[in-house]
């Protein structure tokens, strides 16, 4: 090290205690990084990677970026999951004896990040903390800092730690040095989380008064965990965190991880994204507190009765309040991000504009408390009455800001007149000096008779009158003294205009000064309303999701549903929410869905894409609609209260994305049997399909027989197997039915229609032969399945793996014959083949679908399907 030149020394002294961080450097107006952080930074950041001297005989890669522009390179290390070490100068480098003191101010890191692309309006950031007591206890923390909400569960196993990870959308775990290495590479693995290690865990006196509600001993570790961390990092005030909740997840309806993705609740399965997903149906929400708040109430829907009653209620009171509801929505809209906003006071980093923003949205409280009023109902009522607007707040914003502040804060500008005294009287000084500076241009010209006499000012000669060479000759006037001559004028100045000018200039700077203490004291007094803006922001978000509730069931005329303490599932005319908004209501179909103690579990059988999972996930959205408190897409709905609910999706599905092994599906299926009750609701889309026919056969008949025996639980198991409809006869609680397809004109139409009983034996290519595909096609897809169904039978002459792969292929080529059925619609359209017409049958006679593997076909039928759309 000595070989360094001292500011190298302190950059790794300083770089050694930030190791998983990429060090900021602050030198002058740059960031600079140094060695591996730079060498890194630079492939990452695209940019140029320089070298300078350190003092060795090397040079030392160097990298940086300028501070102005700092926070998008910061953005885009975090976004990657990288940490970001700002080390600032501590002393002013005028006084500095040696090299300037430098010190991390700030670690910025994944689950910390405070603004920013990294910080989605409606979603929340969080940032967790994970002790493992034993293989069965869990403790698991999470705090989003943007917020200053935190909250901490115990949990008992390791799947559930995930699949609360999941369900937080998790991006940085802080745990012990010590925690077990599998979970650790697990963690890693499954949930590509950035880990930080932090040793302390005792508590410190700060944060102890937002443990009263954290009684047990191991859970208070966990919090303490997560708080030093995020004291060490943070290195700044934190008043704005609230007290850590206790909660529990089984006082909640648990949805895993893969059932929530197979649903899709916030986001769909082929794009990560929102749109498509029931998050994106139901938003309505007015403010980014409500988004958050409404993507929280997906993820955990209710199951005490009364609670899931009482937004019912209020979602039923709002709907009939139509007027109420219209200006209460045009209220919220004024309403920003109160949450956030606190937590930035508190953080020291809000500016003029975000108290303007503040006082804006306290200023809609009123009316919104006055619109409310208007509604008669007790629950909501009682909402009313605990929102506290802050009335003196409001008061103190109004009277000290201006409307429209600058984004800094540090030039003044900012204060409103009349708020404090002195503060007037700089900026009269300041204001009168000018005017006087004005009027002193005016007489000037006229007493020299020099209309081009004009008084300027800059920096470095402070205010000065201008006189160009070619009046100079009419100037005769002792009092002025030549300050500057440049090209083509001269520059005086005049004792009276120096005594005016360092009058303003101090004005101004006192002014400038003035303002910005006042501004702090103002940040201050605002810091004392955040638990209050906090339980404001809590209130206002629940009836920003209450309206929207609202918004949405009576725009798609949703029903309250009837919750019973029986075995009674009773849909009428339910729709699946979200293919109904996608695909314009009018053509969706409506289907009625009846469950009791004597139809526990409904065999879904009938052709591929006739609309069995559609329908499967159809009653499993209702139940959590109906759960979160929403009203249900049905004409009317009588639904038990869920315990859990569980689906497994089949595997041609994840073939799709890429992803299907039968073991996924297998493990999918076995978290179902192993946690659900008699209080759950399966749904097993053609389970057992990833296997050859007879292995998934055997296999899906099991898991049938099991559930029905000793689980008990609500289950619709669709399939494709027909032989397990014979299972009716058996099992005296599975009723067997069918989606409905219909011979017209020579051509299949599926009607999308559930009906009572199974399906007949119908499925891809008799479909085909319906729709009217070649006949030759038809012919060949038979012998296809007469070879397959033999070769099955001589299974003792076959590896296992290849009779998978022929299996597999047999079951899409029903299904890519059933798809093409569609295909073959569009070319019927004209009686006579056209020659584009016979070119795409000859096409389709060429496929050798023995040798394609389902995705070839897939893809074939789409380069097809492209065609014929032309
Ligand atoms: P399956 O599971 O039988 O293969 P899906 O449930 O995936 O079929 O449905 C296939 C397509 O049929 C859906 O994408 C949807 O567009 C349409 N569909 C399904 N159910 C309905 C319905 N009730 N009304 C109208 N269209 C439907």
């Known amino acids: ?361 306290l200023q809609q409280i009123p009316l919104l408390k006055q619109i409310l009023s208007q509604i008669n109902n007790q629950e909501i009522s009682e909402l009313t009455n605990n929102i506290d607007p802050c009335e003196e707040l409001t008061d103190l914003l109004e009277r000290a800001l201006v409307d429209h502040p600058p984004l800094t804060i540090k030039e003044g500008g900012m204060i409103q007149e009349g708020f404090h005294a002195e503060l007037d009287t700089y900026r009269d000084a300041s204001r009168n000096g000018k005017t006087w500076i004005a009027n002193l241009e005016r007489e000037e010209k006229e007493r020299t008779g020099i209309k081009s006499l004009k008084i300027g000012y800059n920096r470095i000669f402070g205010y000065y009158i201008e006189i160009t060479k070619a009046n100079l000759n009419a100037l005769d006037d002792s009092r002025y003294e030549r300050k500057q001559t440049l090209a083509n004028c001269e520059r005086f100045i005049t004792p009276e205009l120096k005594e005016k000018e360092a009058m303003i200039l101090q004005a101004n700077e006192k002014m400038v000064e003035l303002e910005y203490a006042l501004f702090l004291e103002l940040r201050e007094s605002v810091k004392e309303y955040i638990p209050r803006l906090q339980q404001l922001s809590h209130l206002v978000s629940e009836l920003d999701v209450l309206q929207c509730f609202a918004t949405v069931s009576e725009m798609r005329h949703y029903v309250r549903p009837i919750l019973t303490k029986g075995r009674e599932l009773v849909l009428k005319d339910g729709r699946h929410p979200v293919v109904e908004k996608v695909m314009d209501s009018q053509e969706y179909v409506p289907n009625d869905c009846e469950m009791n103690a004597e139809r526990e579990m409904l065999l879904i059988t009938g052709p591929n894409m006739s609309g069995k999972s559609t329908y499967m996930r159809q009653v499993a959205l209702t139940a959590i609609l109906a759960q979160i408190g929403c009203f249900v897409p049905a004409a009317k709905a009588e639904l038990p209260i869920f315990d859990q609910v569980f689906t497994r999706i089949g595997a041609a599905d994840d073939l799709i994305s890429g992803q299907s092994t039968f073991m996924v599906e297998m493990l999918e299926a076995k978290n179902a049997i192993t946690h659900a009750t008699n209080q759950s609701l399966i749904l097993f889309d053609e389970i057992g399909r990833g296997t050859s026919t007879y292995d998934g056969m055997a296999l899906a008949q099991a898991i049938i027989e099991y559930i029905h025996d000793k689980i008990g639980a609500k289950t619709l198991f669709s399939t494709h197997y027909h032989e397990l409809t014979v299972l009716e006869e058996e099992l005296a609680q599975l009723k067997n039915v069918h989606v409905q397809a219909v011979e017209q004109n020579g051509r299949v139409v599926f009607l999308h229609k559930i009906k009572e009983g199974a399906a007949d034996k119908s499925y891809g290519i008799h479909v085909a032969e319906l729709a009217e595909l070649p006949k030759e096609l038809i012919k060949r897809a038979n012998e296809i399945l007469k070879g397959l169904e033999e070769k099955g039978q001589q299974q003792e002459s076959h590896t296992k793996n290849q009779q998978v792969k022929e299996e597999q292929v047999a079951v899409e080529v029903e299904k890519e014959a059933a798809q093409l059925s569609f295909f073959q619609e569009k070319v019927a359209v004209s009686p006579e083949p056209t020659s584009k017409d016979s070119k795409i049958i000859e096409e389709l006679r060429k496929f050798d679908l023995l040798e394609m593997t389902p995705l070839d076909a897939m893809n074939a039928l789409y380069a097809l399907q492209k065609k014929v759309k032309k």
């Open 1 to 361: 090290m000595k070989q360094y030149t001292p500011m190298i020394q302190q950059y790794l002294k300083v770089k050694a205690e930030y190791q998983d961080a990429f060090l900021f450097f602050r030198l002058g107006d740059f960031y600079e990084m140094f060695f591996e952080d730079a060498t890194k930074a630079s492939q990452l950041l695209e940019i140029t990677l320089t070298s300078r001297d350190g003092g060795s005989t090397e040079k030392i890669p160097m990298c940086g970026v300028p501070y102005h522009a700092a926070a998008g390179y910061i953005e885009q290390l975090i976004d990657l999951g990288h940490k970001v070490a700002i080390c600032e100068q501590t002393e002013d480098p005028k006084q500095a004896k040696g090299v300037v003191r430098r010190e991390v101010v700030q670690l910025i890191t994944p689950g910390t990040v405070m603004e920013g692309k990294g910080l989605q309006d409606k979603e929340n950031n969080y940032l967790a903390a994970l002790f493992a007591f034993s293989n069965e206890t869990y403790g698991l923390a999470a705090s989003d800092l943007s917020t200053g909400e935190n909250k901490v569960t115990s949990l008992s196993s390791l799947d559930e730690v995930m699949n609360e990870l999941a369900t937080l959308q998790v991006k940085e775990v802080v745990i012990q040095a010590n925690l077990d290495s599998t979970i650790q590479h697990q963690l890693r693995e499954r949930l590509a989380v950035t880990l930080s290690i932090e040793e302390g865990n005792s508590e410190q006196e700060a944060f102890i008064p937002l443990m009263q509600n954290v009684n047990q001993s191991e859970l208070r570790q966990v919090v303490s965990l997560l708080f030093s961390y995020l004291h060490r990092t943070q290195k700044r005030s934190l008043d704005h965190l609230q007290p850590v909740e206790h909660y529990n997840v089984y006082q909640f309806m648990r949805i895993d991880q893969y059932s929530k993705r197979n649903l899709e609740l916030t986001e769909t399965i082929r794009s990560k994204g929102k749109k498509g997903s029931l998050l994106w149906l139901l938003d309505e929400t007015m403010t980014a507190m409500g988004g958050r708040l409404l993507k929280q109430w997906i993820d955990r829907p209710l199951i005490q009765q009364d609670q899931i009653e009482r937004r019912l209620t209020m979602v039923q009171t709002l709907i009939s309040s139509f007027f109420e509801r219209q200006e209460l929505r045009e209220q919220l809209k004024e309403v920003y991000d109160l949450e956030r906003l606190a937590g930035r006071v508190a953080f020291g980093n809000v500016n003029g504009r975000d108290l303007v923003q503040l006082k804006k949205s």
